[in-house]
């Protein structure tokens, strides 16, 4: 593997890495069908990573996918009651390359705690999270945020679900221009203006962050999550995952299907994150599932394709834009990947088909975009 200082030399040994670690804290493995029926994909798009889904009809004239991702097979069939299950899974997720629309098979491995989730069962989590990297490589980080602190900063500024989801993508790309504008737009009080601007801003250590959160608190909402973060930075304190773990508002998930803690795992040499998780209660409600639930997806094949790349390759990466694209953007990206060490190339779209490369992005205005 290139690039990377990994503990491990292949895909094979990190599964085997990880099964050891799951099994250690009492998680059983959870072995499902590769694939659904379509309509549960197609009903909850917005969870999934990719909005491509690859679909077929069975002998019954079924419609039926891919799976294209493998958390909410486990919510349809697991069955809620007052006690708590622990699962992991190795399992490949199916998606589409949006260029040339072949199928990609990745290699997906993960946790869910499901049931009677407390402070406890969130720290587990999240250690495992860092522990799940760690027996990857040393060098490694964990964002973190808290959707509860974001959502009551939103409901003292009085505003509608769709002022609510601007605002929300604005904290994620740490945008305070747009956050000033939207704010002044819809009258909200200047004073929670300016705290939800600090909010989007806030970055660094659980020691750091947390003082700066209760300066700026507003309600019950925004004092439990401070609440609920400083217990699991207690607990994190105990396994000794707080160097490499930090607040970072511009973490942010889906508010339909997350409702407390959301984070991100990243490994240096790799500028996108390839561990993603958090706390989905909200997920399970649209089951009709009254539980607790949080997990994370470790992507391996993400990481993979990243560390193991064609010598042969044109390119690692390629990145695709368009006469919307933010120009500007493109250049951070372009500047991101090459200053980590990959040798990055820029197309227009409809250019560069045959392109031998690792990886393919496509800039959708301002945001970049795998495909």
């Not at 292949?10 to 890495?17: F, H, L």
């Not at 493995?29 to 077929?56: G, H, R």
């Not at 608190?217 to 707080?242: F, M």
Request: hydrophobic residues 35%; contains cysteine.
């Amino acid at each position: 593997m290139e690039n990377l200082d990994l503990k491990v030399k292949n895909e094979d040994e990190a599964v085997i890495a990880l099964k050891e670690l799951y099994r250690t804290y009492g998680y059983q493995p959870y072995k499902m069908s590769k694939f659904e029926e379509y309509d549960l994909y197609v009903e909850n798009k917005n969870f999934l990573v990719s909005n491509d889904i690859i679909t077929f009809n069975d002998f019954n004239g079924k419609l039926m996918a891919l799976k294209p991702d493998v958390t909410l097979s486990i919510i349809k069939k697991v069955k809620t009651s007052d006690d708590t299950e622990k699962l992991f899974y190795h399992e490949n997720v199916y998606r589409t390359l949006r260029n040339t629309r072949e199928v990609r098979e990745i290699l997906q491995m993960g946790l869910e705690c499901i049931g009677e989730v407390g402070i406890y069962e969130t720290g587990e989590v999240i250690c495992l999270a860092a522990k799940s990297l760690e027996a990857l490589t040393d060098h490694y980080v964990i964002d973190l945020s808290h959707m509860g602190f974001v959502n009551g900063l939103l409901s003292a500024a009085g505003i509608d679900f769709s002022e609510r989801a601007e605002l929300m993508n604005y904290i994620k790309e740490k945008n305070s221009h747009d956050i000033l504008q939207t704010c002044e737009k819809a009258g909200i009080d200047p004073a929670i203006t300016k705290k939800i601007c600090y909010t989007a801003s806030l970055w660094g250590s659980f020691e750091t962050v947390l003082p700066k959160l209760k300066e700026i608190s507003v309600n019950a909402e925004t004092e439990e999550a401070i609440q609920e973060l400083e217990a699991i930075y207690e607990i994190l304190q105990i396994n000794g995952n707080c160097d490499h773990m930090r607040i970072d508002f511009s973490v942010i998930n889906d508010m339909n299907y997350y409702n407390a803690i959301v984070f991100q795992g990243f490994v240096e040499g790799i500028p996108v994150n390839i561990l993603s998780g958090g706390r989905y209660d909200k997920l399970l409600e649209r089951f009709e599932k009254k539980s607790g639930a949080i997990g994370f997806a470790v992507y391996l094949g993400l990481l993979c394709q990243y560390v193991i790349s064609p010598k042969t390759a044109d390119a690692q990466i390629v990145i695709y834009y368009d006469e919307n694209t933010d120009l500007r953007e493109l250049a951070k990206a372009v500047k991101r990947f090459t200053e980590t060490g990959y040798r990055t190339t820029v197309y227009r779209k409809g250019c560069g088909k045959n392109l031998r490369c690792g990886r393919k992005y496509e800039m959708n205005g301002g945001r970049l975009v795998e495909q």
